[in-house]
């Protein structure tokens, strides 16, 4: 199988269109046709629906894309890292929540490079499901998250605890229902503490799931919500964002999950667990 061939079935669902993806490629669309053509004889079953308006996914090209995604993630890897040079003694590839990246991935990651090794590195965001998925097919060594899943492969160790406080851009004290607060999803067991502590409050209108993105809507139309006290705190010292009075604080832990498979072929490991809390 072509690599170029599961490149373009990419591209096709994602543009929606034989035409856009091969501007998008660079290459004609009779070239297209024929890529998708040799990969549906290949796995005999067709791919795609198409139609003058576009081409949609069949029930096979729909079970099929996330093994073409997965292959043409690990083929970019492999082709990178056998690129390295010599002088590289191993490679770290680390994964993170988006929200974790400004403060404890950045700890890590850095740790990581600063070690006297010569260490090759990379980071990418993902959310719990896909850093999960990237730890199981080996696309990532270390994935930096919330929700830790149990593998026999992989071990957990906690590297610290969020506080989530309530935050507003005015200063004021606790209200039943602020129509301007911004629920951000943390998880089921947020669900639960905050569904408990404001059983009485109305449903919020605005839902988000990030942190990050709550906290630059927050900054630039008001409201107010639960973020990070350690990616807040010094907005509040500045003055741009205020702790909502007489309010409760919710905390979550944070993790570094490690395939031991990876950890075992580093010799500076150690050191990094040395620095954990």
Known sequence: MHFSNLETFIEIVESGNL?????????????????????EQLLGQPLFHRRK???????????F???ARLMTDVWRQARQETALPDAIGS?????????????????????????RWSIAGSAWPGEQAQLN???SNGLIDISICYAPTVDEK????????????????????RVRSDPEYIYVDYGERFRQDHAAV??????????????????????EHGGSAYLPENRVSGLIS??????????????????????????????????????LP
């Not at 308006?53 to 079970?63: D, N, Q």
């Open 198 to 219: 404001y059983s009485d409050a109305d449903t919020p209108k605005l839902t988000m799931g990030s942190a990050e993105w709550a906290l630059s809507y927050l900054l």
């Open 154 to 173: 992989w071990q957990a160790y906690q590297i610290g605890t969020e506080r989530l406080v309530q935050v507003a851009t005015v200063e004021r004290s």
């Open 53 to 63: 308006s576009g081409a949609e996914l069949t029930s096979a090209g729909f079970r």
């Open 238 to 275: 500045s003055g741009r964002l205020f702790i909502v009075k007489e309010t409760e604080t919710f905390s979550r832990y944070c993790y570094m999950v490690v395939n031991h498979g990876s950890a075992d072929g580093w010799p500076w490991f150690k050191e990094i667990l040395s620095r």
């Open 19 to 39: 035409n856009r993806a091969a501007t998008r490629l660079n290459v004609t669309q009779s070239t297209v046709t024929a890529r998708l053509n040799n990969l």
């Open 91 to 115: 490679v770290c590839n680390l994964g993170c929540h988006p929200d974790m990246w400004q403060t404890h991935g950045t700890r890590v990651f850095g740790w990581i490079q600063g070690l």
């Open 133 to 135: 998925q990237w730890m």
């Open 65 to 67: 894309e996330r093994y």
